[in-house]
């Protein structure tokens, strides 16, 4: 069964990660021959990064996946215009999608996601807690349009963070000092954190609309 859950801060006093999480985090330079020690980084071309997280004396691993995209289909609920470049325009976003399978219901997680454009500064940060009983939630909760959806029978979270390119934003940067602007075409990097260590990274070009 699936649930949606508010994605917000959880306080860290109520609950601590297993130590085997905390391992399956540490694990991600392992999976990946070549790798950064950060994690997994998305080669030129690839819409799609993945990185798998061994889980000793476990029957599975976990994996996880992040893509981008631009919108949803009304009509179908499909995924539309994935990819890594994208245009600056009215009611845009660039959405994030962050999918984990080989969860067991009981893992209580920590995930970040945080935005860097071009000059590497931190323009906006996703912080989701899951504590072991949000697994077994029934109700459906909304947070900015953000959604965290979790699937206990299988396993799986999907997570998803959605940033504004509507170019009223760059007229709203022109009024900040130069030093404080942050939204600006260029090359914009997404990083994911699970118990504050990188395990994904993937870059997307945000260009004006000719």
């Known amino acids: 069964m699936r649930h949606r859950i508010a994605a917000g801060p959880r306080s860290r006093k109520r609950w601590a990660p297993a130590p085997c999480l905390l391992a399956l985090a540490g694990a991600a330079v392992l ?8 994690g997994v980084s998305a080669p ?52 994030a999608v962050l999918q984990m399978e080989g969860l067991a219901p009981e893992d209580p997680l920590q995930i970040h996601l945080l935005w860097v454009n071009p000059d590497g500064k931190k323009a906006f940060v996703k912080e989701v807690w899951v504590r072991p009983d949000d697994w077994a939630r029934r109700e459906a909760g909304e947070e900015a349009g953000q959604l965290l959806l979790l699937d ?11 940033y504004g390119i509507d170019p009223v934003r760059l007229e709203e940067e022109m009024h900040k000092p130069e030093a404080s602007r942050l ?11 699970l118990f504050r260590q ?5 870059a997307f070009d945000l260009v004006m609309m000719e």
């Open 31 to 38: 999976a990946c021959a070549g790798c950064h020690t950060y």
């Open 44 to 95: 030129a071309g690839a819409d799609t990064v993945m990185v798998t997280l061994p889980r000793p004396a476990e029957p599975r691993d976990v994996t996880a996946r992040l893509f981008l995209y631009r919108t949803t289909s009304r009509q179908t609920g499909e995924r539309l215009g994935i990819g890594r470049t994208f245009e600056v325009g009215s009611g845009r976003q660039v959405r």
């Open 152 to 162: 206990r029978q299988d396993g799986r979270l999907e997570l998803e963070s959605r």
């Open 183 to 193: 939204f600006r075409p260029g090359r914009w990097e997404l990083r994911v954190y």
């Open 198 to 202: 990188r395990i994904l990274e993937t």
